[in-house]
Each structure stands twice: as structure tokens, then as C-alpha cells.
């Protein structure tokens, strides 16, 4: 989206929820759904179920009995707690202090929260200018803030074990009791913010980061009068603004120590002799050539095991691949010095960009979806051929007559391929 | 049932092999044993010198009350009688710890896992007999398994667990309020044994802690989550029918202006904007 874009649109809506408040909130609400769900199947015990007992024994054999499912929840819900820490701590553009100046209650709460039921009998009765959040808004943004914190930190101290004493029996109980609270509560903001249609700015807003200023002016009349659409906007859209920032940064540098148009794209010949050399050196000094897939399997059955250990150990495939090491691995460091090569080439060929590539007629959603099926199949493939095509290039140059029809394959697939979807890179 | 066990108290001569036995043989921490020795004292015991021994462990019981207590079924009955836990997911909430009327758990705090008598199970299966069962040099404690060991029926035994002392009685630790079905049985002298239980009754009750869960969370949190979802309905619903009266009120509206309009085609009316009720929340 380019600057003049932004602009556009910043005078027809206002930003109501930039980009990293957006990311927290899905996330939140995404890792607490989970841990919620999985935290009722941990229950078993008839005594203490809170949940029905069907839904605990579909829960625990999804999950693969009650052990991983237990591991699953400790696990999420430590990288749930992690980075809502840290996203308040780490907030370059101060809007967690924002978000918490917002939710001050004030004198106008205490008479809408008077004024509010009697206007859900009679639409016309007036109700006092609200902020950036309306008070029961605020209620639900407190409770969740405070319930997150005694979530956390009672999972956390369970984590870490407390003895056994009269204070972790109390743990497991606060934990229970605060959950209890949020969800009773995510049940009112739920239903706010999906089934009533009135309130479908605000859910907008939540999703899309803009609102609409009429919606504004009449709900949060308080925070419009500071923030009027005339004027400066209140926030441009920062989409991914700290990676950029860092990216902006480093390119400015470049672009100024140079000329600021990059570099002419090299000979494609040279190039090839290029990496014929460095399959002939890969030869010379490692014994290998190049590859690349080896190490994302490698690091799928690492992951896995970190997991799944007995899982990942009793299959045929995965249990000898255990064994060889993730870190001693050379493919882990050669992918390594892929990215950092390609990272420092760029640089210097002044072509540092974030951005997706993709062709004018498709979205760019529609562009991440084909390279993900794509990337499974190749992925599934290259566990049947042993390889994927950098391993088989090599491969070739040993004279290889699987990885010679193979290449011939890709270069028959290739230009059919392209014929069919010349028109989706145009 | 698959094994016995017994404890003669009036035989114990106090000397603790039992504890250090279960220390040795179960790796634990010197000062945590999962088997205990308790002196118990009449006021002139002291002065004739006269204590009575009462070993005690974990009574393996038909229907344990731990087990009962334990949120995550963590702590379970096996299928071959005894009551053991899965470290894997014991959480070391605790629960468990004041619901054994015995007070043969506790969580051992490096670990953070709970610890208690498994009958040496590994021995067991080993064709070993439980470490202190085997260790007591004064023939207090018998025991008596069968186990398959390699497809073969293999009995696992120390003394005799049938074999009563002339004048001793056996009894089970129990009290008219607090009976989980102990698997184990005590043997002894009627005074010793009336000794024991006068100073060592098996505890009720289990915590507050999980009565508290028990009586009042599930029921409190479930009443909440009912209440708002029966608000979260009155709200749509209110809504909904808003949203009609004013689709009604507007039609109607619609219709006198198209009525006014074909009356008065010369004089136009003037429009009153219809203001938007709806509340926020």
C-alpha cells in the first residue's frame, strides 16, 4: 500500500485498531479459545469434570491421550503468556499504554452503565459520550486484562510446581475461578460483537483496523471530538511497520551510501557456471552436493520429537533421522548461509524488499494459498524421490539416470506449467 | 486382588530399615520415604520403657479417595490392584495430599511430581519382593503376589501372610466413618492395635480446597455462564424486535409520505429525519 493510499483512506475512516493491536487481539482470543477447550479435557476427573465426558474423550484421543494434551496446553500456554508480555513491553509506538489510558474508568461510565439498560427499552433516552471504549466495553477489557494476568501467572507457578501444599491446591482453584470469569464475560463480548448487527463497526474495526467516523461520532463521541476526521489522521495503518522499520532502516543506509536505483540483474549463464561450481566444490570439500529438503524434513522430525518423542522414535522413517543430529547437521548450516547469502546479496545488489510476490491478476491471499499447496506437494515428493531439485542437480552431475529423468521432468512439467499459468503472473 | 500384605505392629522393633530400604530402592531424596515407622506412647510408656511400632505405608485401597481427588487422573487404580500415579501427568496440584486418610502422599518439592508407595511394582515385575517387605529383620511385614513374569506364574512372597502370632488379631484401618476398603491388614497384640488406632484414625474429609471446587465453583461458574448467555439472548432478542419496529415505523412513514405527496403535489412537505436509536454497548 503506497503512502497516497493511505492517505485516501485516512479521510474517509478512521483507524480505530492499528495493525499490532489487531495481531494481539486474534491472537489472544486464539490461544485462549484453545487453552480454554484443552484446559476443560485436562478435567477428567469426574469429580472436578467441567466439561460433558464425551467431549473430554474426543478431546484427549485428538490429541493423543492425556499426557500430550496436557503437555500441548503447559506448552501453548506459556507461548500464549510470553508474547502477551511481550507485546507490552516491546511496543515502539506506544499503543499498550494507549490501550490501558483507554480503559480508566471515568465519571461517564458509572451514569451509562445507569442510562444503558433503560436505552435497550426505550432507544431514544440519551446516553452519555463515551471514549475510545464504552464502559461495558472497559468492564470486558479489565476483567480480561486482570484475568490474564492470574491465569498466567497461577499456570505458570503450577509450571514451575509450588510444593503441594494448602497454596497449590489454592492455584488450581484461582486458575479455574478466573477462566470462569473471562469466558462468562467472552460470552457477552462474543455475542456483541458477531450477532448484533448494530454493533458490526466495531467487529469491522477489529478485523480491518479501520472504522467508520459516523459510527464513531455517535458511540464514541468522547474520543471523535479528539480525534476528528479532518486533519491529521490518528494513526496510518503501520502494517508490518517493526519489520519494515528495521528493513527501511538498513536499505535507507544502503540506498544512500549508493545510487538509489538497484543493481542490473546478473548473466544468467554466468550464474549457472556459478553454481556449477559450487555443486563441484560441495563434491570437492563436503562429499554432497547441495540440497536443501533434508533439512526441513530433518527439522519436522526434531520438531516433532520435542513433541512426540516415542512417536517420532517408532516410526521407520523418522526414528533413524533422530539419530543423526539436528545441530551437527550440515544441510541446518548450509540453509543458514542460503538466507544469509541471499540476505547480503541483495543488500548489495540494492533489491532489499518486504513484499509478496506475486502476478497482477491474483490476491495475495490467493498467492500464499498456491504456494502452500504447492510447498506440501513438493515437500511430499521429495520424501518419495529422496531429494528435491537441488539435491537431484546434484545428483545429475553424478550422472544419476533417476535424477536425469527427473530434471527432464521438471523442465516438461515447467513449460506446461507456465503455458497454463502465463496469465496468473501477468 | 493379585497380592496381600500384612503388618504385624506388635513385632516391630522400631529399627526404620523399612524407610531406608524404600529410600534405596526407589533412588529417593534420604529424607523423603514412602513407608513410615510412627512411636506411639502411652503417658507411662515412657517410664516403663514400653513404645508400640506402628509401620505404616500406603494402604492401596479398593476405592481410594486419592484417586477420587485427583483432578487429572493422574493418580489411578491399576488393574492388578495398586494405587499409582502417572508422572506424566501429575501436575503436583496436591489435591490428593489431604484426601488420603493414611497421609501416605506428598509432592516431593524438586520434582514437583507426587510420591507414594507403588509396592515396588519394578521389583515386583522383576520377581523381587517390595523392598521393605524383604528388608524387616523382624518378620512384621509379609507379603504374597502372583505375577506372570516371561508367560510364566511366578509367586512373590515374604513370610507368611496367613501365618497370625497366638493372641494377636488382624484388623483393617478403618473407623465407623472412614472405610475406602484398606487392601492392606494389620496384625498385633489388642492393646497395640487399639493403641493404633486411637492415636492414628484414618482422616475424612479430604481439603476444602476441592470440596470448595466440588460444591460451589462447578455450580457457580456454570450459573454464571447460563445467566449471560440467557442475557446475551434477551439482548438479540430485544434488538431484533427494535430492528422490526423500526423497519415497521419507517414502512409506515413511507407510505403517509407517498399518501401526502399525491395529495399535495404542489406544496412539498418538509422531511423529518428519522434519528437512528440504537444504544451502544
Known amino acids: 500500500m503506497s503512502e497516497t493510499q493511505l492517505q485516501e483512506q485516512s479521510e474517509e475512516h478512521l483507524v480505530k485498531h492499528p495493525v499490532q493491536q489487531r495481531v494481539v487481539h486474534w491472537f489472544n482470543a486464539a490461544s485462549f479459545l484453545f487453552l480454554w477447550l484443552s484446559g476443560i479435557a485436562i478435567i477428567s476427573n469426574s469429580g472436578y469434570q467441567v466439561g460433558p465426558t464425551w467431549y473430554i474423550n474426543v478431546v484427549n484421543s485428538l490429541f493423543g491421550g492425556a499426557t500430550n494434551l496436557l503437555h500441548i496446553h503447559v506448552y501453548v500456554g506459556i507461548l500464549w503468556i510470553s508474547v502477551m508480555v511481550l507485546s507490552f513491553l516491546l511496543d515502539p509506538h506506544g499503543l499498550s499504554l494507549r490501550f490501558l489510558r483507554d480503559l480508566i474508568p471515568t465519571r461517564n461510565d458509572m451514569l451509562w452503565f445507569k442510562a444503558r439498560p433503560k436505552a435497550e427499552i426505550d432507544p431514544s433516552t440519551p446516553l452519555p459520550d463515551q471514549g475510545a471504549y464504552n464502559a461495558g466495553q472497559k468492564a470486558f477489557g479489565i ?4 484475568g490474564v494476568a492470574v491465569i498466567g501467572a497461577s499456570g505458570l507457578l503450577m509450571w ?3 510444593g503441594g501444599g494448602g497454596f497449590s491446591r489454592a492455584l488450581v482453584l484461582i486458575h479455574l475461578i478466573a477462566v470462569g ?11 456483541m460483537a458477531a450477532l448484533i448487527t448494530a454493533e458490526r463497526p466495531a467487529l469491522v474495526s477489529m478485523v480491518k483496523g479501520d472504522i467508520d467516523p459516523e459510527y464513531v461520532e455517535h458511540h464514541h463521541a468522547e ?15 503501520q502494517r508490518f511497520a517493526l519489520p519494515r522499520a528495521v528493513y527501511g532502516s538498513v536499505t535507507r543506509l544502503i540506498l544512500k551510501m549508493n545510487n538509489a536505483k538497484p543493481k542490473k540483474l546478473g548473466n544468467p549463464y554466468l550464474t549457472g557456471i556459478g553454481l556449477g561450481l559450487t555443486v563441484l566444490f560441495g563434491f570437492v570439500l563436503l562429499g554432497h552436493g547441495p540440497g536443501a529438503s533434508g533439512f526441513f524434513s530433518r527439522l519436522g522430525a526434531y520438531s516433532l520429537a520435542e513433541v512426540a518423542p516415542d512417536h517420532v522414535a517408532s516410526n521407520a522413517y523418522w526414528g533413524p533421522v533422530l539419530d543423526r543430529g539436528f545441530w551437527d547437521y550440515w544441510l541446518t548450516w548450509a540453509v543458514g548461509g542460503i538466507a544469509l547469502g541471499g540476505f547480503i546479496s541483495a543488500l548489495f545488489a540494492r533489491r532489499l524488499n518486504l513484499g509478496i510476490d506475486k502476478g497482477s491478476m491474483i490476491s495475495r491471499s490467493t498467492r500464499l494459498a498456491i ?3 504447492g510447498g506440501i506437494g513438493v515437500g511430499f515428493a521429495t520424501r518419495i524421490t529422496r531429494g528435491c531439485t537441488s539435491h537431484h542437480l546434484s545428483e545429475a552431475a553424478l550422472l544419476s539416470l533417476g535424477s536425469w529423468v527427473f530434471l527432464g521432468a521438471v523442465f516438461v512439467g515447467g513449460f506446461a506449467a507456465a503455458f497454463m499459468f502465463k496469465k496468473v503472473w501477468r | 486382588m493379585s497380592f496381600e500384605f500384612r503388618i504385624d505392629i506388635s513385632r516391630c522393633i522400631g529399627c526404620r530399615a523399612c524407610e531406608v530400604a524404600c529410600v534405596t530402592a526407589n533412588d529417593l531424596d534420604p529424607t523423603a520415604s514412602r513407608n513410615w515407622v510412627k512411636f506411639l506412647e502411652q503417658e507411662d510408656d515412657v517410664v516403663r520403657g514400653n513404645t508400640t511400632f506402628a509401620p505404616y505405608l500406603c494402604q492401596h485401597c479398593e476405592d481410594p479417595p486419592c484417586v477420587d481427588a485427583c483432578p487429572t487422573g493422574a493418580s489411578f487404580k491399576a488393574e492388578d490392584g495398586r494405587v499409582l500415579v502417572d508422572e506424566d501427568l501429575c501436575i503436583g496440584c496436591g489435591l490428593c495430599v489431604p484426601a488420603c486418610p493414611y497421609d501416605a502422599r506428598y509432592v516431593a518439592p524438586d520434582t ?13 515385575s ?14 512384621a511385614r509379609t507379603f504374597y503376589e502372583v505375577v506372570e513374569i516371561d508367560g510364566e506364574e511366578r509367586v512373590i512372597s515374604v513370610g507368611d501372610v496367613n501365618a497370625i502370632d497366638e493372641g494377636h488379631e488382624v484388623m483393617s484401618w478403618t473407623s465407623p466413618t472412614v472405610n475406602p476398603g484398606p487392601t492392606m491388614r494389620f496384625s498385633g497384640l489388642p492393646e497395640d492395635l487399639a493403641l493404633l488406632n486411637e492415636k492414628m484414625p484414618p482422616q475424612g474429609g479430604g481439603s476444602e480446597t476441592a470440596m470448595f471446587w466440588r460444591n460451589g465453583i462447578g455450580k457457580g461458574v456454570g450459573a454464571l455462564g447460563v445467566a449471560s448467555a440467557f442475557a446475551m439472548a434477551g439482548m438479540i432478542g430485544l434488538g431484533k424486535l427494535r430492528e422490526r419496529k423500526e423497519k415497521v415505523a419507517l414502512a409506515a412513514l413511507a407510505e403517509q409520505e407517498e399518501q401526502e405527496t399525491q395529495a399535495e403535489i404542489d406544496s412539498p412537505t418538509e422531511d423529518s429525519p428519522t434519528e437512528e436509536g440504537d444504544a451502544d454497548v
Open chain 1, 371 to 373: 504456494a502452500l499447496g
Open chain 1, 181 to 191: 470469569l473471562v469466558i462468562t464475560f467472552f460470552f457477552v463480548h462474543f455475542a
Open chain 1, 223 to 237: 474520543w471523535y471530538r479528539d480525534h476528528p476526521v479532518e486533519g491529521e489522521p490518528l494513526q496510518p495503518d
Open chain 1, 160 to 162: 514451575i510446581g509450588t
Open chain 2, 126 to 139: 522383576n520377581g523381587l519382593a517390595p523392598a521393605c517387605f524383604e528388608v524387616c529383620p523382624a518378620g
Open chain 2, 112 to 124: 514437583n511430581i507426587l510420591q507414594k508407595c507403588t509396592l515396588c511394582e519394578g521389583r515386583v
Open chain 1, 143 to 146: 476483567v480480561v486484562l486482570v
